[in-house]
């Protein structure tokens, strides 16, 4: 599987941002495309995900109702998109995005659903976004 993220940039505050990542090669109907953020000097953390088969999305709770992940399956290649509104300057850093069939979601302490990133084997190479003004 290859995947192209594309579309970070600088945006203020309160700005919006619509990341695209190209996909070719899947595997099976059941793949799932991830989006994840890496801050600076921190791990990569999954913010949302789709799935190809039935155009399901699950977001992590912080971006839920600021971030829409949607998917065009009729574009060769495919093409998995991440709008992102409402953003904040925490939500700086590099986004990557990455395929996975068999994923691994945990309930964290703190009630959050998290996906684990070693459940995509598949990456891109990632698209820098800064927020600040």
């Known amino acids: 599987v290859q995947l192209q993220a594309s579309g970070g940039g600088v945006v203020q505050p309160g700005g919006s941002l619509r990341l695209s990542c190209e996909v070719s090669?899947?595997?099976?109907?059941?793949?799932?495309i991830g989006w994840f953020l890496q801050a600076p000097g921190k791990e990569r953390e999954w913010v949302s995900y789709l799935r190809l088969s039935d155009g399901g999305t699950v977001y992590e709770d912080s971006v839920k109702g600021r971030f829409t992940i949607s998917a065009d399956k009729v574009k060769r290649p495919i093409t998995v998109y991440l709008q992102m509104d409402n953003l904040k300057p925490e939500e700086t850093g590099v986004y990557y995005c990455?395929?996975?069939?068999?994923?691994?979601?945990?309930?964290?302490?703190?009630?959050?659903?998290?996906?684990?990133?070693?459940?995509?084997?598949?990456w891109g190479q990632g698209t820098e976004v800064t927020v600040s003004s």
């Open positions: 090669g899947v595997r099976s109907n059941y793949e799932n």
């Open positions: 990455g395929a996975g069939l068999d994923l691994k979601a945990t309930i964290q302490s703190n009630g959050r659903l998290r996906v684990d990133p070693l459940s995509f084997p598949y």
